[in-house]
């Protein structure tokens, strides 16, 4: 697969607020329907707690809190997806999964200085698709603990 920047890039498209965001398939270990989260006492304000996954005990994040979104009710189309990054599953909150898309490396411009209300950081890029546009989200920067980012993000 080394022909990636000039192919397509299969994403899972999900929804926060009025706006859809995108992460590539190959990161994406499953999507879930919302369930019981226990909550941790003194973690980072956007960690909803964890869950129970198949026996795996999983971190959820609240990608609204994370983007510094205003929190809404869950609805029957909130969804959990599962995510994988150096053999750490975690769970992000998300509205809804709307969909799966092909997008053409090519249809993937830089972000711009400014999107919305959410921080750079956590963006890629944005794809043009007809009239849709699709926030590219980079799993890495989201998924980041480090001091540095908690300091920025207090």
Do not use: C, W
Request: glycine residues 4%; negative net charge.
């Amino acid at each position: 697969m080394s022909e990636v920047h000039t192919s397509d890039i299969k994403v899972i498209v999900f929804q926060l607020k009025d706006e859809e965001y995108g992460i590539p398939v190959q990161q994406v270990r499953s999507i879930e329907k919302i369930q019981h989260i226990t909550r941790v006492p003194r973690t980072i304000s956007y960690i909803k707690g964890v869950i129970n996954l198949r026996g795996v005990v999983t971190p959820i994040i609240d990608l609204r809190k994370r983007f510094g979104i205003e929190a809404t009710e869950e609805t029957e189309s909130t969804r959990m997806i599962i995510v994988s990054k150096d053999e750490i599953e975690v769970g992000l909150v998300v509205d809804a999964a709307n969909d799966v898309l092909d997008i053409h490396s090519d249809m993937i411009e830089p972000s711009p200085e400014v999107v919305g209300s959410i921080e750079v950081d956590y963006i890629q890029g944005v794809a043009k698709i007809e009239k849709r546009l699709i926030v590219m989200i980079d799993l890495d920067e989201v998924l980041k603990t480090d001091d540095t980012l908690l300091k920025v993000s207090l």
